[in-house]
Structure formats: C-alpha cells, structure tokens
C-alpha cells in the first residue's frame, strides 16, 4: 500500500515489514529448502510477527486512541492501518497453516512423523508416561477458574484453556501454563524401524490430562491452545532524577503487566469458553481477536530437533579461517601491518574474541574500550574483558541498558562487570548506543598506538553464527583517533566533537550521506559516471528517500538491496526510473551495511551500523568508517557483486505487480549469494 507525503511515493513501513516476513515464509514454502529448515523458517516467520505486534502494532493501536485531532499529526489514520495489518496477518496465516499441513506431508515421506495425543502409538504410551511423570508433571500448575479470576498471561508462553465436563453435562474451566519456557517444546520418541516420531510438549500434556485433573470426576475433559501478544514498548520517563537502571528495571516490570495487543486461540475452542476467557483478558480492540490452529508460538520450532538424515538439513558451513589471521600469533600485530576485513559467518568470529584474549594478557596494553549493545547469554567476550581488568587493564564499556529484549541480560552483566572493577557507562539520555566499536590501547616504544574495530553487527557469538557482517579491524590514525572521540563523548556527553572520516549520528551521518549524493547528482547531471549502491537492513527515512528520487530524475544509477523494510518504491516514471530494489532472504540473515558512491569512477565505500531510519540518522550513537585499503575494497565490490547477481534468493522489492517475486534468471548460470560468498572467501584461504 502506497501512501503520499509531500507528493514523494512511500510504502507504510509496517506494510513494508510484512513483505520482509512474506519473504521468510516463502523460504518454508521454497521446496529447494531442506525440509527441516523449512519448518524452522516457519518458527522464525513466527517469532517475527510475535515482535511485529509486541512492539510496531502496540505503538500503532496506541495512536489509535489518541484524540481525532492528535491523530491528524501521523501519516496514515491509525485504524485503517491496523485494518489492513490485520488482513494481510491473516492472508499470512492462512498460509503458513497450509505450509505446515505440506510440510508435515513431506516429513512424513521422510519417515518422520509428528503425532498428537491421538496418533500416539501403543509402543509410546510407557516412554510419554515415564517422560510425564518425570520432567512434566511437577511443571504444571492448573488454575480452576469457576470462582478464580483468570490470572495474567504471559507474553512468552502459551496456554491451555481447559473445559471440564460433569455430571449433567455441567461445565468448568481451568488454564494450564504449558511449561516450554523451562521444558523442551519436542520429545523424541524411540523409533520403529525407520520410522521416526517426535511428539510436541502440548500433546504430552494432553495426553495425560486426565490425571492433571484426577482428583476430580470428570467425565470429559478438552484443551484448547491460547496465547496473549501483550504491548512490549519500554514505558521510559524522563525523570532525570534517576539513573538509567532504575528506570530500565521499573520499566521492566511494567511490561510485566502491559496491555494486550493480540489474543490468539484455537479455532475449534467452544463458544462458551472463548467468550469466558476473551472476557477475563479483555483485549484492547475486538479485532485483536484472531483464531488460528491448533499450535502456536511456532518459534520454538526455530530448535527443531535434528532427526532424519543430513539431506533434511542445511550443508554445514563452518567458519572459515582468515587468510591473513591464520596461524598467526598476535592480531594486533597483523593489524598493524594492514587493515583486515572480517566478514561473519563466512569468516570466525573467535578472532573478536581472541583479540580481547590478547589485549587482556599482553602487558604492553594499557586500556580496552568497547560498547556493548547485545551479547550472548554465556558471553565470552564479557569473561575477556574481566579478564583484563583482572590483568590491570583499564577497561571501559559502554553498555545500552535498552536495547530491546535484552535489557535484563545487560543489567545484568552491568553488575559482573562492575563488581570486577570495570568502568561501566550506561549510554547516554535520550541516545541509545547502536555503534559497534572497540579501542585498543598498546604501549610501542615511547608511543601509544590505538587499533580500532567498526563493525556492522553485534557482539554476540551465536549471532556471529547467522548474521552476516563485517568488521574492520585498523591501526590507521585517521579512523583510531575519531574512534577515541566517539569513546569520549560517553565520558563527556555535552561534548559535540567533530569527525573528519567517521560519520556518526546524530552528529554528522544524514549531513555526509547527503553530501556524498548531492556529489552523485552533480557528476549526472555534468555527464560523468554516476552511481550509488547500499546495502540496508531497512531504507524507511523520508528525507534520505526524497534525496534518492533527486538522484535518480538527475540520471544516477541506484542499486538498493534492502532485507528488511524499505519504503522507498523504485521504477517510478519521473521519480524512480533509475532505482532497483532487491531484498535476499536465505539461510543466513542479511545484516552488514555497505555503501558505494561512484565518485567519479574513484569508489567511495562505507560501512556503517545504521540503517537509513529516522531513530538511527537522528536518536542513536552509530558510526560508520571509510575503507581506505584497495585490497578491502576490492573485496566489497566482490561482496556486492554477488548479492546484485543473485538470482536464486534475491526477490523484487515494492516493484508495482511483482513485489515478492523471484529475480528472473532467464538463461544465467543460478547464483545464490551467501553460497557464492561462502566459497569466494574459501577461495581466499588457497590464493597466493
């Protein structure tokens, strides 16, 4: 759906976002995919749509009941956006049903089998009992609800609504919490033959529930799957009376109790005992009301157990070493000699690691810097840091206490970091921390020499697993002394420093992207070569957009390729004649930020943390650094190549009639880029 500001053709960004979630439930109903990845796209389009209500729909319902007046200030009337939201929800789970009735239909062919309670077999009755009575039965909690209000729901797990049947046909109620936050959601079952059987956590619980209820003379008893969205957005006062903790963990316990923006159930659930729990949760709009199957927070099948042969999953990819870290003993010594390019999963992620390693033992470091937005929940890189503090390195983190989700984790290690004498900052007031850096300090003769890493993604090991990114690691002064600057702007907050190489918001980034096209327009419109290439997470920034257009009615060549939301519409007659629009969803999650501006055939290329979002141009710390080594840039030309020639995974994005679709390969060899990439970097392990 297109909407006008200013006369400039934008998509509605949570429109937009459905298209991105489309495209994960097209790798489930992609063939090609391996089956069980296939079911484990289902479980990752799901936990996507949980956020998408938690955070974007809250925030839009909200806007809903602000007075008629106030909702004139937004773009579109909030409720016919949630109105169309909610069609294309539903559109998307009719089809993610029928996905995984196909899937199930394959799995089979596979000789796997997924049972209920009513397909379990005789020879299972013993195992599903003894597994009952050892990890199950102590887990459940039942709630009679006759004289019992029901009690509020938690976001994160799912429930049975349970209606008991007496004498005389006389109904009771009872909720059953299903224990999969501290159970696995599969049981495997012990095979027959070659047949094999996993049967979920839910149809366990069925199975016996019968006993759940046993003191009880019920002559029926019938479960039914519920599952409540409630409103995530942190509720952040400005009373600067408090510290940034107190705050956060107030705000924590808010959404403990926030409102509930969804209320999903199982559709063949009686009448009478939907009206009754829809009347105890009271979601806040009736058509927060939604039915759907019989099984819900479909994300645990992200961890899907592996069973069956290696063909029913992904080839393993490892990590690959890098040509010029591999059996080297110092890093810093490698980057001293040239700047190095990590590019993850493609490459390891342990060379992070290993690099604090070595700061922390290396007597010659004096200082470690970093800012941590997410991390693991068993992080190595905070035991590192400890490490070195240990050691008698001055250690300086900057940790963002709300980054969504995870803001318990980081208070949390806050805590371990300080009481292990770490100097921890809590970002700064009203600008979340978003760059990825770290400043290492090294005593070299009667000098300090500072090496530096920018990245695109977080420092989070399993994360380094899936989402690809890339690090720059470097000695050059030029980006070290600018990087030293960001580090002292959390000491100093009033501090408005200057950046000659870095772009970093809120400071300078929109002002050098504007700049750099601007330059791009001249070059046109002066009969020069003239291009831009950027590779996003998500392209919603209007301003940003409208420059774009300019760029494109001036003549300059736009290769965007955007995996997320993008409400730029490319192909525009007047307007966006000269822009294409790719978005490449696979088995890794597309991640890294690159751009390229053709400077007049003299390549300009950046990476940078932020998307080009209003909130990351304008209310968030982010940096981006210049490449400055040829080989390094040769390898993003490489990189983008790739992707821009994708054939396989790369889908057309807001293009009039064919958003979604697949880029045709006519008679090209298939390209798929992460596969292409994989091997590009193996390649560079064996090249002189």
């Known amino acids: 759906m297109n909407n006008k500001k200013k006369n400039i053709p934008l998509v509605n960004r949570e429109i937009s976002w459905l298209d991105f979630n489309e495209r994960v439930l097209q790798e489930a109903i992609d063939l090609s995919v391996p089956v069980l990845e296939r079911l484990r796209f289902l479980g990752i389009f799901s936990n996507n749509l949980d956020e998408f209500f938690r955070v974007r729909v809250a925030t839009i319902k909200r806007l809903a009941e602000l007075p008629k007046s106030e909702q004139k200030l937004f773009s579109q009337d909030p409720t016919t956006l949630l109105q169309e939201i909610n069609s294309r929800a539903l559109a998307l789970q009719s089809r993610f049903e029928k996905t995984y009735t196909n899937i199930l239909k394959e799995l089979k062919k596979k000789n796997i089998n997924i049972v209920d309670d009513q397909q379990l077999l005789p020879e299972h009755y013993e195992f599903v009992e003894e597994y009952f009575e050892d990890a199950v039965r102590s887990r459940l909690f039942p709630v009679m609800l006759e004289k019992n209000k029901l009690p509020r729901l938690n976001g994160n797990s799912i429930y049975f609504a349970v209606k008991l049947i007496g004498a005389k046909n006389k109904a009771d109620y009872a909720l059953v919490e299903i224990p999969s936050l501290v159970i696995s959601r599969f049981l495997v079952l012990p095979s027959i033959g070659k047949q094999k059987y996993v049967i979920l956590l839910d149809d366990v619980i069925r199975f016996k529930l019968q006993e759940v209820f046993a003191i009880f003379d019920y002559k029926k008893i019938e479960a039914y799957t519920i599952k409540v969205t409630l409103d995530a957005e942190l509720d952040i006062d400005d009373d600067i009376s408090k510290s940034n903790i107190d705050k956060i963990s107030k705000s924590l316990k808010k959404r403990k109790t926030a409102q509930p923006v969804r209320f999903i159930y199982d559709k063949a659930i009686p009448q009478d005992l939907l009206n009754f729990i829809i009347n105890q949760v009271k979601p806040v709009r009736t058509d927060s009301i939604i039915p759907a199957g019989k099984y819900h927070n479909f994300k645990d099948f992200i961890g899907f157990p592996k069973v069956g042969g290696k063909d029913l999953n992904y080839k393993l990819l490892p990590p690959l070493e890098h040509p010029d870290l591999k059996d080297k003993v110092s890093i810093l010594n490698e980057i001293s000699k040239k700047d190095i390019l990590l590019n993850y999963p493609y490459q390891s992620f342990n060379y992070i690691i ?92 009667n000098k300090t020499v500072k090496y530096a890493h920018v990245g695109t993604g977080n420092f989070h090991e399993k994360n380094a697993l899936v989402y690809t990114d890339t690090s720059l690691l470097t000695a050059n002064t030029q980006i070290t002394n600018e990087v030293n600057k960001v580090f002292r702007l959390f000491k100093n907050i009033y501090e408005r420093p200057t950046f000659k190489h870095l772009m970093v918001s809120p400071f300078n980034t929109r002002r050098k992207i504007n700049a750099l096209i601007d330059q791009e327009i001249v070059n046109a419109k002066g009969g020069k070569n003239a291009f831009i290439i950027m590779k996003l997470n998500n392209l919603v920034d209007p301003l940003i957009i409208k420059k774009l257009y300019k760029a494109s009615t001036a003549g300059v060549k736009i290769q965007l390729i955007i995996r997320g939301i993008c409400s730029l519409v490319p192909g525009v007659k007047g307007v966006s004649e000269n822009i294409s629009v790719i978005g490449i969803v696979d088995r890794f999650l597309e991640h890294n930020r690159i751009m390229v501006f053709c400077n007049n055939d003299d390549e300009l290329y950046y990476l940078i943390s932020a998307d080009m979002m209003s909130r990351n141009l304008n209310l968030r710390i982010e940096v981006g650094t210049p490449i400055y080594d040829d080989d390094l840039k040769k390898v993003f030309q490489d990189i983008l190549d790739m992707h821009l020639k994708d054939n396989t995974k790369a889908r057309l994005v807001n293009l009039k009639g064919e958003n979604n679709t697949y880029k045709k390969r006519s008679n090209k060899k298939k390209l798929r880029s992460q596969i292409a990439l994989y091997d590009y970097f193996k390649k560079s392990l064996t090249t002189p």
């Open 354 to 445: 290993n690099l604090l390693r070595e700061a922390a033992l290396n007597p010659r470091v004096t200082s470690v810097k970093i800012n941590l937005y997410r991390v693991a929940k068993d992080s190595k890189i905070i035991h590192a840091l400890i490490n070195a503090s240990k050691n008698g390195k001055k250690v300086t983190v900057v940790i963002e206490p709300r980054a969504r989700f995870d803001e318990k984790i980081n208070i949390y290690f806050a805590g371990k970091l300080q009481d292990q004498e770490v100097n921890v900052i809590f970002g700064i007031p009203r600008l979340k921390v978003h760059a990825k850096l770290i400043l290492i300090s090294r005593k070299e003769g």
